[in-house]
């Protein structure tokens, strides 16, 4: 294997969990193969340093839905600081320089500070999860995240009782990202949860996926999973996370307040102003007879997360 001094964090690690050779099925690795004489997509990114990490026990960390194939993970994303199309960011985000990283965790807490990745990495034991990920615009996939709950990190600044909601700031530099001047968004993305749903145990700090370092385009080094919101609530490449007192104001909210609610819970009975949600397209199940599938409350994870909303409106707070 070449050295590349960008590969993962610059360390190599031995996975213990299910590599992504098993997820590929035995024609893509094939054509994996055959593809290896070409440029590399995977290579020229600098990735495919494995990550280690063991099965969660989690309730609802696995799913039973058959994983989404990596290439179609990796070539079909949301990613708008390197396109806003879905073929755009596995062909731009290379230029994304993931070592050195480091994230800011402020704001209302005892013990603020700095953790470089090195240091995240170690913070927590790391898990593979399973999870569905639906996107606001109708298609799903289904991912074995590697990462640990959100609420390791939190829990080490020692949040006060001011600390009622959490905002996500992830990277904006016009030298990384090409597509910063697109005027698609308000840059940098900014994401929020309450604090109850970042302390969730499903919410996800995703540093890997199939057994390896997240791709770039998939928010590398570092990104949220929250699994029963749209996808746009999952930050990618998180440089700053907040603790404040109000509702923080998204990028996504502020570009369309009726169409991107602060919620954002993926609910199939609650239409998006342009679109209906009750049904969604699994990534590599299309074609001509590929039967859409129903959305489900919550994504699927009602039961683990319905109580954070007992007695609200989930139309009014959408
Ligand atoms: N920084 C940043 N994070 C982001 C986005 C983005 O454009 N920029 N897109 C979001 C949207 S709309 C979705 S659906 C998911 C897609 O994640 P995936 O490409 O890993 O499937 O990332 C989310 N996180
Ligand atoms: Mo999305």
Redesign the pocket.
């Given at each position: 294997m070449h050295f590349h001094p960008d590969r993962g964090h610059g360390r190599q690690l031995e996975s213990e969990v299910t590599p992504r050779s098993l997820y590929a099925s035995r024609r893509e690795l094939l054509a994996l193969g055959a593809a290896s004489l070409l440029p590399n997509l995977a290579q020229a990114q600098g990735q495919g340093a494995k990550l280690a990490a063991t099965k969660s026990s989690l309730a609802g960390a696995l799913v039973m839905d058959k994983p989404t194939r990596y290439e179609d993970?990796t070539r079909y994303?949301?990613?708008?600081?390197f396109g806003t199309d879905k073929s755009e960011?596995a062909r731009n985000a290379h230029t994304l320089k993931t070592s050195p990283w480091s994230v800011v965790v402020e704001g209302e807490c005892a013990k603020p500070g700095r953790f470089d990745l090195e240091a995240l990495l170690k913070l927590s034991p790391m898990e593979e999860r399973l999870y569905r990920?639906r996107?606001?615009e109708g298609w799903s996939?289904v991912i074995p995240w590697i990462g640990y709950s959100l609420a390791e990190l939190i829990k080490k600044v020692e949040p006060n009782s001011r600390a009622k909601f959490v905002e996500f700031t992830?990277l904006a530099d016009k030298a990384q990202m090409p597509e910063l001047s697109n005027g698609a968004l308000d840059w940098p993305?900014v994401e929020g949860l309450r604090m109850d749903e970042a302390l969730h145990p499903l919410t996800l700090l995703a540093f890997g996926m199939y057994g390896e370092v997240l791709p770039k385009?998939?928010?590398a080094p570092l990104?949220l999973v929250v699994p029963w919101k749209?996808?746009?609530k999952?930050?990618?490449?998180i440089v700053k996370i907040r603790l404040v007192e109000k509702q923080p104001n998204s990028s996504w909210t502020k570009a369309a307040q009726r169409e991107y609610g602060f919620y954002s819970n993926v609910n199939p009975q609650v239409d998006h102003p342009r679109w209906s949600q009750a049904s969604e397209r699994r990534i590599g199940e299309d074609g001509l007879f590929a039967k859409k599938r129903p959305t489900l409350m919550f994504n699927g994870y009602e039961a683990q997360v319905g109580q954070l909303y007992a007695g609200m409106d989930l139309r009014k707070n959408y």
């Open positions: 993970a994303n949301n990613f708008y600081e960011p990920l996107c606001v996939m992830t993305y385009q998939n928010g990104r749209y996808g746009f999952s930050a990618k490449s």
